[in-house]
Structure formats: C-alpha cells, structure tokens
C-alpha cells in the first residue's frame, strides 16, 4: 500500500508540474468593481482614458448584449456563467501603460522572462539569455516586435520605433484609439459586427486591450509581429480586442501566445480579432494558445471563447490562420475568412490537442463571395484522457463564386478509448461552377506503431510525443520556426501521462 | 548470449502458445527457426522483445547472463536486441531519417553514451544506405509510408545497421521479397554477421537460408524446439515438408 500511496503522489507531482506557467505574480492591482453594468463599462472607458465616441459604442453594445442569450449549439458542456461574479478590468496599479521599459514593475518583467519572452529589445537583439551565441548567430536570428498584455493592459510594446520607420503601426489598441482613431473607427467591428454573437457583443462593451497593427501600401513588415497575452489577476476575464489592417500589396506575419496562472475558479477569456486584407495583401496569423486548461478532475481551468475573422476585402488577397491548442478548460472559435475579393485565398491549419477533462469545438468558416476564391483547411484533432475534440466547419459558396475552390481535410487521432472526436462539416455552394473536396479520418494512436518505436528504443512518451508529432506535421510545417519547435514541445507536455 | 529455458507464453492473457520452448545461440553463431504457420515463431520474436499482451508465463529469457522477461521493449532495444517486423509498421509524417537518429541517440542515452552529432549520423546513415540500395529520397520519406513490400524490408535491415544492435531476431524477413530483392537484404544480413553478434532467423521456407547460411537450424512445432540440426536439415524440411515433426508434436 505505501507504494501505491507513493506512486499517487508521484502522479500528483506530475500533474502540477506538467503546466509549467501555473505561477502568479505577486504584483499590486487595481480591479474594476466585481460585475457587469453600465458603471463597468464607464469605469473601463475612462480607464483607458477614451474619447466619446468609444465609450458610446461600448455603451450600445452593452445594451444589446443585455438583450441577447448565451449561445448553446456547441458540443461543450460547463455550469452557467454568473457574469456577475467576474471581474471585467485588472491592471498592475502603478499605472496604464509604461512611458519606458525601465517603468515597468520588476514583478512584471520578471514574469514575462519566465515566460521566455523578452521585453528589452537590446537582449532580443543580442539574444543574451544564450550566452554562448556568437554575435554572427544573433544577427541571424529572426526579430520580433511583441506586444505584452498583462491581464487587461499592454505593459510593454518593444521595437516600435524601428517598426515607424517603416510605416507600419503597433501599438496596443488603448493607444491607437486615442493616436489613430480614423482608422479605427473605420476599421473596427467592420469584420465582426457589434451584435455578431453574444461573446463578441460582450467583448465590444468590455475590451480591455489587445493590439492593433496598421500596414501601409506595399510595406513588407520588416520583422514579426506578437502579442503575448498572460492572465494573472484571480477572478478576471480578460477581453482582448485586435485589429490588423493590412493595405494594399503588404505582408505581415502575427503571433499571439497565452498562458495563465492554475486556479480553481474558470476564468473567462472572450476576445474579438479581426483582421482586414485589401488588393494582393497577405496576412499570416499565427496563434499558439496555452491557457491554464485545470486539473485532471476539470477544476478551473480557461474558458477560451473567441471570434476571430479575416476579411479579404481586395482581390488577390491572402489570409492564413494558423493555431495550435492545447491549453483552456474549454475552446470555443472559428477563426474564419471571408472571401470577398476575387481571387482571394483563405486558408485554416489546425492542430487541437484536449487531454484531462478537456473540450475544445473549433474550426473555421470560409465564405465564398469573390470569383475564384480558394480555401484549404487542414484540421487535427488529437484526444486523449476524458476529453472531447469536435470539429466545426462551415464552407459557404455564394452564387457569384464562380470557379471557387476549397479543400477540407480534417483528421482526428485518439489516444486510449475514454475520450471523443468529433467532426461537424456544413457544406453550402450555391453555385455549379465550383469545387470542394472533403477528406476525413480517425484514427487510434495504434498499439503496433507504439510497440514498433519502443522496440527501436523510444521510450513510451518519446514514441507517442514523435507520432503525434508526424501526425501534426502538415500544420506544424505552417508556422514560424521558433513557435514550430515550442509548439511540438508543447505537444509534448500536453499529452504527458496519457498512455498506457 | 541468448539462453531460453522452458519458456511458456501465451497470447492476450489466456491463450498458450510457447509450451516449454529450450534454445541457446552462442555469439557469432546464426540460427534459423523453421516450422509451420501458427507453430509460435512470430509469438517467439514478440516475446523475446517485449511486446504488450505478449507474456512470458515460466520459465527464463537470459541474454548476456541477464533476465529481460520483465524490461520493457526500449529496455531491451538498448541492450541491444533488434527485430526486423515481418510487417514493418507506417509511421505517417515522421520521416525516416529523423526516426532512426531519434531512435539511435535514445538507445545511446540510455546506455549513457553521448548522442551522436548530425554529421556524423549523416554519414554512417549514407554510407549503410548505398549498400542496400537505399536512395536519399527515400529516406526523406515518412518512415515505410507507400513504401513497396522489398522497400520496407531493406529499410529494416538499414535500421539494425545504423543502430548495430548486438542480437537479431529476422521474422520472415523473405516475404514478399522478390529474388532481387531478396539477394539484397541478403547481403545486407550478411554484411551484419560478425563474432560479436548474435542472430536468430525465422523462417517458413529454405530459400532465405540459400543467401544467409545458418550455423544452426531448429524445428519449431507447437510452441516447442522439436528437431535441431545442421544446415542440411533445412534442406529436409524443403523436400519433405514438416509433416513429420507437426506429427512428432
């Protein structure tokens, strides 16, 4: 018996340890009263310290989300949401936004290090955390400009003065309401309308912060662009609201990351990301979500419920998303494209990992209204332990859509026999003259591929952690290559103590 | 280096299949292991390596002196026990080069040597490819994914050579081999056959044993050693069949 005990706590240490961004910093706060009203939404405005108009728009989608009703068609299931119970704004009390990094609470910079994401831009640039780099290997390493959102505002927004240089615009989205607002008032919400869903309506009352990014005609952005998201406040959502516009003939590459702190209590995360392609632009979206997602038993954990949508307002534009999951108690998105201009591309790659207790419906839509316009979704979803992975697609071909084409490939792998995939594919073409192709697979992590890696060596994570690994491959190959290797290590740990 | 004492195993828990089996095979000597469909051969190579549902029921499985019955397959592998698959498994998006230095530096670690660099992994790996006729692409591809029949078979016989484990265990490495094939992997086999090395070949027909000549050959008859003999006894068992010996049993 006390070996069995010690192997319990053995277990135990596993489970606590596997989610290596469960820690909280110790930083003073400054919380908007506890619930939703009028009075929150005041008290976020003038936070930001937002003109008129903003605080008006905030107000009338507050009224209708009064009116609307919580969505219930996804296959996911959690106890109803007291949104009274939740605290709509945290901030670290010394103040919004920090004039230099050198302002920023050490608690903060700190935590972000922890993180591995450095906010000096000379220890970016040097890469000093590698002491053992030459000066030669820094300079080839690839930047990247990261937007750091502390709870519910940006603390940090590194290279942006080289980025002006260029023309292009990255600050968080408090600050361009009040140094751009033309164009975001012309942008905003002109993807995801006020009243596109319930989430969203919420969102637009309540956003904290988020990042925008401006991309001047036939501008290639010099370098990538992130935003790294952490929630840490206890009892706190966090609204994140980003808007990218990129103009004709430009190109931009985006990566957002995400973690949380463990905490008993789910926490709620709706954020709103829209993203505008005009003439021959080219947007890449990348998203590595890693949100606390609770403990074995489904205690706390993040509810990730997000409305992400590309617009390809111009012909010849491109936009693609491209997401790995594996975090959040439960996932809830769509990142989709609308394809208005002709000969517009959307493309969609997925990989969502739900282990524990787990649930994740996600998925994308693509519409079809521009001539030619192409889609290509690849989606893997991997289940294991008690939980459950669905896939929610819709593709839409409107009448005018002649010579569209999409193809869909959705293939889910299952790891042991108590978890569930699930695939839900809407088709709709209202036009002959098109194309789609629609492939799907499940399969089980298969017990003679396991036995064939072992009997080579592989120990059993290794050989489950390198056939997943191949199963993804086709996604992975879709992102940056530092984010390609955290995510296959991520993969890794995800899936820890989930066979045999 | 391979002691087997009346090893009972059975299959799933409740279905006996080795009853008893004795086998030794010194260093440096080959073996083969002939008998009829469903006499326990393929059983034989899954329990000496370890696979799940595959148990040892009595009696020992010493190699080098030391009992595996209980070590885990990557254990085993370390010590440097080989099986190449009758079926070789697909392995989707995981290509084949990054599969066998994985595989190398894993068995490497766990033996408490250093990994081995890209370099020189590259190297070894050309240079053991050329001999069995293995392209470059190939080795790109995912690991025996569209891979033909003689395909897969060779690229076995590349993996015991880069990994040079230090016993083989060939089940039915001859089927869906053509002749050209066949005398390919042959020679691979062959070229693998040092004083050192250990290697037990399981085969349902002589022709393997036409390229790899054994220096042992046993009859293998509901899950028992029934006959053992000199390369002559193969040939027997090519004229006569194994009526004789399923008889026997």
Redesign the interface.
């Known amino acids: 018996m006390v070996a069995v005990k010690e192997t319990i706590a053995d277990v135990k240490r596993l489970e606590s340890d596997k989610y290596k961004y469960g820690f909280t910093t110790e930083v003073e706060q400054e919380r908007a009263p506890k619930g939703l009203s009028e009075e929150t939404v005041r008290y976020i405005s003038a936070k930001k310290d937002e003109p008129r108009w903003m605080l008006d728009w905030r107000l009338e989608a507050y009224k209708r989300w009064l009116e609307m009703r919580e969505p219930d068609w996804a296959k996911v299931n959690y106890p109803k949401i007291d949104y009274q119970d939740i605290y709509y704004y945290a901030e670290p009390s010394s103040g919004a936004k920090y004039e230099s990094i050198d302002d920023v609470p050490p608690e903060i910079l700190a935590d972000f290090e922890r993180l591995g994401i450095p906010l000096r831009e000379q220890e970016v640039l040097l890469g000093v955390a590698g002491a053992a780099e030459t000066a030669a290997e820094a300079r080839e390493k690839p930047r990247v400009a990261v937007d750091a959102v502390f709870d519910s505002v940006s603390v940090a927004t590194t290279f942006k003065a080289e980025l002006a240089k260029a023309g292009v615009i990255f600050m968080s989205i408090s600050e361009a309401i009040r140094e751009h607002p033309e164009l975001v008032k012309k942008y905003l919400a002109s993807v995801v309308p006020t009243s596109d869903n319930y989430f969203a309506t919420l969102n637009c009352a309540v956003f904290s912060d988020g990042t925008f990014v401006y991309v001047p005609k036939g501008v290639r952005c010099p370098m990538e662009l992130s935003t790294y998201f952490r929630m840490n406040a206890e009892g706190t959502g966090q609204f994140e609201r980003t808007l990218i516009i990129a103009e004709e003939g430009s190109y931009v590459s985006y990566l957002e990351g995400c973690t949380a702190p463990m905490r008993d209590e789910n926490q709620l995360h709706a954020a709103v990301v829209e993203l505008v392609a005009m003439d021959d632009a080219e947007i890449k979206y990348s998203t590595v979500q890693n949100w606390w997602p609770g403990d074995e038993n489904g205690k706390g954990g993040v509810y990730n419920f997000v409305t992400k949508r590309a617009d390809c307002r111009g012909k010849n534009s491109k936009v693609s998303w491209t997401q790995v999951e594996t975090g959040s108690a439960i996932t809830w998105k769509y990142p989709s494209c609308i394809l208005r201009g002709d000969n517009s591309v959307g493309e969609f790659y997925s990989v969502a990992v739900t282990n524990g207790a787990q649930q994740a419906d996600t998925g994308t839509k693509m519409i079809h209204l521009g001539k030619n316009t192409r889609s290509r979704i690849i989606s893997k979803g991997i289940s294991a332990g008690r939980s459950d992975n669905t896939y929610r697609g819709l593709v839409s071909i409107h009448a005018k859509a002649e010579g569209a084409r999409n193809f869909t490939q959705c293939d889910s792998l299952l790891i042991g026999d108590q978890c569930g995939a699930h695939t839900v594919p809407y088709i709709e073409c209202k036009t002959p003259k098109a194309q789609l192709e629609h492939e799907a697979t499940t399969t089980k992590l298969a017990e003679d591929q396991l036995f064939y890696a072992r009997q080579r060596g592989l120990d059993e994570e290794t050989a489950t952690a390198l056939l997943v690994n191949g199963f993804v491959r086709e996604v992975l190959q879709e992102l940056p290559m530092e984010f390609a290797v955290e995510a296959q290590q991520l993969l890794k740990v995800s899936l820890e103590g989930s066979v045999g | 280096m391979l002691e087997i004492k009346n090893l009972h195993a059975s299959v799933g828990g409740d279905k006996p299949i080795l009853k008893g089996l004795d086998l030794s095979v010194p260093k440096g000597e080959v073996h083969a292991i002939m008998g009829p469909n469903g006499s326990g051969k393929s059983t034989l190579s899954y329990v000496l ?1 370890g ?2 549902g595959y148990e040892a029921t009595d009696g020992t499985i010493l190699y080098d002196g030391e009992d595996v019955a209980g070590m ?3 254990e085993r ?2 010590k440097g026990l ?2 190449s ?1 009758q079926y ?7 290509p084949t080069l990054t ?2 230095k ?3 530096n ?2 490497r670690r ?1 033996r408490g040597e250093d990994e081995m660099s890209a370099p020189d992994f590259m190297k070894t790996v050309r240079e053991k490819a050329k001999l069995l006729n293995i392209s470059g692409d190939m080795l790109k591809r ?1 690991l025996n994914v569209g891979f033909s029949g003689g395909e897969k078979k060779r690229l076995e016989i590349l ?1 015991a050579a880069v ?1 040079e484990p230090r016993f083989l265990i060939l089940d039915e490495t001859d089927s869906g081999l053509d002749i050209d094939a066949l005398k390919v992997v042959s020679d691979g086999v062959n070229a693998l056959r040092s004083p050192e090395r250990g290697m037990l070949v399981i085969t349902h027909y002589q022709r393997l044993l036409d390229h790899i000549s054994p220096d042992v050959v046993h009859v293998m008859s509901d899950g028992k050693i029934v006959a053992s003999g000199g390369p002559e006894l193969a040939k027997e068992l090519e004229a006569e069949g194994y009526d004789k010996y399923v008889r026997a049993a």
């Open positions: 390596t696979r799940d885990a397959p990557e592998a370390a080989f099986l698959f070789p498994v697909e392995i989707p998006g995981v599969f066998m994985e595989a190398l894993a068995q766990a995912p993996q990994l």
